[in-house]
């Protein structure tokens, strides 16, 4: 460390601005141990550089961040062509104050996190930028390396491809927690009809194993087949037990399996009905479960 201090200071400036960084590179990868990664990754990045010539350190880590999110978006995104069945986000358990920024909450919820899987590496950094953290458009630019013109293209296309898949209009908590309590009970008791009142007619259930853990390897399609499967599952083990806890800013559910997290069922709701049941079994993906995660903008 130099007599001036620059390692404190480096290191104070990195840990005021993690949470925000994480969420940068948690939005950009749907993977909080890819985030965490990155965020290493970062640091070495920002330890070397020359705090003198930063303007704003907070713009600067935000660069840094998104530049390796994106390599590394790049990379995985090969990966997951050949992950067993269908992939889904990694869970975070969050604390309470994510859910009251409306804003942040439904940028990581589940939902909203498979609808950025659609979008190209580049669309998804700036997207990420400048719809959840509020970037200029010269700031996005020097993060992904584009013309301030062609960053506002891409948002603009960006922006057009997510309105066209995004839930249909924001959904209360208070009306998130009556569906799930509703959801709950239906899977606890085996009611296949109480969940046929909840679930969306084209209900989807999407279910995350890795090849690990048995899971569904294609979608099932059909609120009556949902149904089914969620009731015939819970049936079949009498140790499994269902509490609900804040997951990525949303109420959902923790499958507990002789005391241990086995599933995380997060919910997507459109006009009042569950459209989505994303079912997180990959023990790989479950570690963040453990404890809050702090999330900011």
Same mark, same amino acid.
């Given at each position: 460390?130099s007599?001036d201090g620059r390692?404190d200071?480096?290191?104070?400036?990195?840990?005021?601005?993690?949470?925000l960084?994480?969420?940068?590179?948690y939005?950009?990868? /749907?993977?909080?141990a890819?985030?965490e990664? =990155?965020?290493?990754?970062?640091?070495l990045?920002?330890a070397?550089?020359?705090?003198a010539t930063?303007?704003?350190?907070?713009?600067?880590?935000? &660069?840094?961040?998104?530049?390796?999110?994106?390599?590394?978006?790049?990379?995985?995104?090969?990966?997951?062509?050949?992950?067993v069945?269908?992939?889904l986000p990694?869970?975070?358990?969050?604390?309470p104050?994510?859910a009251?920024?409306?804003?942040?909450?439904?940028?990581?919820?589940?939902?909203?996190?498979?609808v950025?899987?659609?979008?190209?590496?580049?669309e998804r950094?700036?997207f990420?930028?400048?719809?959840?953290?509020d970037?200029?458009?010269?700031?996005i630019?020097e993060? =992904?390396?584009?013309?301030?013109?062609?960053?506002?293209?891409?948002?603009?296309?960006a922006r057009?491809?997510?309105?066209? &898949?995004?839930q249909?209009?924001?959904?209360?908590?208070?009306d998130?927690?009556?569906?799930?309590?509703?959801?709950?009970?239906? =899977?606890?008791?085996?009611?296949?009809?109480?969940l046929?009142d909840?679930?969306?007619?084209?209900?989807?259930?999407?279910?995350?194993?890795?090849?690990?853990?048995q899971?569904?390897?294609?979608?099932?399609a059909g609120?009556?087949?949902?149904?089914r499967?969620l009731?015939?599952?819970h049936?079949?083990t009498?140790?499994?037990?269902?509490?609900?806890?804040?997951?990525?800013?949303?109420p959902?559910?923790i499958l507990?399996?002789?005391?241990?997290?086995d599933?995380?069922?997060?919910l997507?709701i459109d006009?009042?009905?569950?459209? /989505?049941?994303?079912?997180?079994?990959?023990?790989?993906k479950l570690?963040?479960?453990?404890r809050e995660?702090t999330?900011?903008?």
């Amino acid at each position: 460390m130099s007599a001036d201090g620059r390692g404190d200071r480096a290191v104070d400036a990195f840990v005021s601005h993690r949470n925000l960084l994480f969420t940068v590179a948690y939005e950009m990868l /749907g993977s909080a141990a890819d985030a965490e990664d =990155v965020l290493q990754e970062t640091w070495l990045r920002w330890a070397d550089v020359d705090l003198a010539t930063v303007r704003d350190q907070r713009a600067y880590l935000v &660069r840094i961040t998104t530049r390796l999110s994106l390599n590394r978006l790049r990379a995985v995104g090969r990966r997951r062509e050949s992950y067993v069945g269908s992939w889904l986000p990694e869970p975070l358990l969050t604390a309470p104050d994510v859910a009251d920024d409306v804003e942040l909450a439904e940028s990581v919820s589940m939902a909203m996190l498979l609808v950025l899987e659609t979008l190209a590496p580049t669309e998804r950094a700036v997207f990420v930028l400048r719809e959840v953290f509020d970037l200029g458009y010269d700031e996005i630019a020097e993060a =992904v390396d584009k013309s301030p013109a062609a960053v506002r293209q891409i948002a603009h296309r960006a922006r057009a491809h997510v309105a066209a &898949r995004r839930q249909r209009g924001m959904v209360s908590s208070a009306d998130t927690r009556r569906a799930l309590d509703a959801f709950q009970r239906a =899977v606890e008791t085996g009611d296949v009809q109480g969940l046929l009142d909840i679930l969306a007619p084209d209900a989807v259930l999407l279910g995350d194993g890795g090849g690990i853990k048995q899971a569904v390897l294609r979608p099932v399609a059909g609120a009556d087949k949902v149904a089914r499967l969620l009731c015939s599952t819970h049936a079949r083990t009498a140790t499994m037990s269902l509490h609900p806890a804040q997951v990525n800013g949303h109420p959902a559910l923790i499958l507990r399996l002789d005391g241990a997290v086995d599933t995380v069922l997060a919910l997507r709701i459109d006009d009042g009905l569950i459209s /989505g049941v994303y079912a997180v079994r990959n023990p790989e993906k479950l570690s963040h479960m453990r404890r809050e995660t702090t999330l900011r903008r």
